[in-house]
């Protein structure tokens, strides 16, 4: 058909005039084309219905269009109809058995089953005659995820990239698996072969960066950072994470400097995250003044980064702007009210202000939120025994005994807390059984409690359990 009007409002001429004659209730007719462009419109405004029921009516029109056959498959699929979707997939394969947008359609449709050995089967027979077989492969590698074979997701992810080495989704998708096995190293040499064989490739040298910082091998990860800014002096997120490295380097000064390069270059969100990050730096700096300047902006570009509130309420708690810090600190926790992290900073606040009940509840509530946590039943514990409540601190280590189990760091807290309480007898029990899990982990305890080293049994049992 030619086209007769212009398009109104980026409604496809093909839309408008199916819509005024359906809505005259005449005859409607057009090619294949058309009905595609009808149909795939109804699909962008997620009216899966409406075309499910034009694809109905253009297969009777244009009984032998295979592609309308597949569009009203999917259709099927989308509205909850697999096995109906599958059965006519099987018409369209005995009509064009080569086709591979076929199976393509008919492995998405097994794995909204999760039938994904299926899928699997029916991916591979598609990549026999795909133009794109490296993206077939990206599809198999998640079937395979699905099932948790995750030497299989790597093994056609090395598929797909050694087809296209430009396959960003499998590059991404190959650093998320290793990310997420904690497999630093195997991640490191997966990188560093697909570099051996394309060596300009911008994606490959920033993932590589990024496996070197899961390693924590940063001066390694600036240098991959800065071979793909070589490749590609735009590529931004190797820019940020270049500062990112250099933060985590505690090189503060020079992330800054990063993180005020890329300012006001990819949006207002972007810019956001990026001003949270200099505020970061400025903490750490100990510059609470500068880092509450970045934090506030962030805040006013994106109202939802916790991270910049809290960051906030941490910097006025410095200042010395105490009722102001903990406002922003409850903003940061109505976003996410059950942050264990968040609640240990608000009741250390609290302790500092000698509002006890409040602080308590705020502990509390994090215990509840995250009972298995280690970490938080001490942080309780230090903070009741740095305002001087060694009984409470003790309740509360023995109850983490009991409900979580025996560790050093637990025993350590307890016998120090005995026997800065006199109870000698309990404290060398205690003592004894932390020095016998991990002797080196006392130096730790001494330091934060330095009273003990004027306790001589305290010292003592520490040269009869010492193995060096």
Known sequence: MSNPKEHIEDIPWQVERFQELTKKQQS???DVEDFEEIIDYYVYNAQYKEALKITEYACKLHPASINLMLKRAQLLAS?????????????VENLEPTNHEIFLTKGAIYSQL?????????YTKAAEDSDEPDYVYCNIAFEYENMGNFDKTIEYLTKALELNPGNELAMYEAAYCFDLLSLNQESIDFFDKLINRHPYSTEAWFNLGLSYINAELYEKALECFDYALAIEPDHNSSLFHSGYAHSLMGKFEDAIKIYHSLLDK????????????????????????NARIYYLEATHLNSEITDAWIGLGVCENELGNISIALKNIQKGLDLDPDNTAYLC????????????????AAYEKAILSSPDEESIRMDYADALAENGFYEKASEILMKAVEEIAPSANLYYRMGALLFLRSRNKDGAFFLEEALTMDFDKHLAIMEQYPELNNNQNVLNLINLYNPY
């Not at 109906?84 to 997939?89: D, I, N, Q, S």
């Open 28 to 30: 409607v007719y057009f």
């Open 114 to 122: 999760h039938n994904y050995e299926k899928a699997i089967e029916e």
């Open 266 to 289: 990819d949006g207002d969100d972007t810019d956001a995250m990026i001003h949270y990050y200099i505020g970061e730096c400025y903490e750490k700096l100990e510059d609470y003044k």
């Open 79 to 91: 509205v909850n109809k697999e096995n109906h979707a599958l059965e006519l997939l099987s018409v």
């Open 345 to 360: 900073i608000l009741a250390d606040i609290y302790y500092q202000e000698e509002m006890y009940e409040a602080a308590a």
